[in-house]
Nanobody
Framework: QVQLVESGGGLVQAGGSLRLSCAAS????????MGWFRQAPGKEREFVAA????????YYADSVTGRFTISRDNAKSTVYLQMNSLKPEDTAVYHC??????????????????WGQGTQVTVSS
C-alpha cells in the first residue's frame, strides 16, 4: 500500500509555470506506475500524464503535450509535474495516482489503486 500527498499548487497567471510534487510513503515506490490526473469544476476527472517505474516510458494527454513534463525520483519517492505555458483551461484540482507496474500503462481512472487528495491549480487570464 502507498499513501500519496501532492503539493505545489497555487494561483498563476496565464503563460506562467508551476511544479507539482507528489510524495509517496512506503518503500515500494519504484514498483508503481505513477500518473497525474486533473478535475476541473463541473467536469470529470481526466488523465494528464504517466511515467513508468524507471522513467523510461512517458505518456501525455494531447492537451498538455509540449507544455507539461512528468518525472520521478525513486530515491525520494516523489513524482513531479512541471507545467509551463499554463492556460486558464488548465485550472483544476490535480491528483497523483499509483498503479502496479505489473499491470502496465493505463490512462483510465479506474486502473489506479491509490490516489492523493489533490492540489488546486488556478490559472488566471
Amino acid at each position: 500500500q502507498v499513501q500519496l500527498v501532492e503539493s505545489g499548487g497555487g494561483l498563476v497567471q496565464a503563460g506562467g509555470s508551476l511544479r507539482l510534487s507528489c510524495a509517496a510513503s512506503g518503500r515500494t515506490f519504484s514498483t508503481y506506475y505513477m500518473g497525474w490526473f486533473r478535475q476541473a469544476p463541473g467536469k470529470e476527472r481526466e488523465f494528464v500524464a504517466a511515467v513508468s517505474r524507471d522513467g523510461s516510458n512517458i505518456y501525455y494527454a494531447d492537451s498538455v503535450t509540449g507544455r507539461f513534463t512528468i518525472s520521478r525520483d525513486n530515491a525520494k519517492s516523489t513524482v513531479y509535474l512541471q507545467m509551463n505555458s499554463l492556460k486558464p483551461e488548465d485550472t483544476a484540482v490535480y491528483h497523483c495516482a499509483a498503479r502496479s507496474y505489473v499491470l502496465g500503462f493505463s490512462r483510465s481512472i479506474g486502473a489506479y489503486s491509490y490516489w492523493g487528495q489533490g492540489t488546486q491549480v488556478t490559472v488566471s487570464s
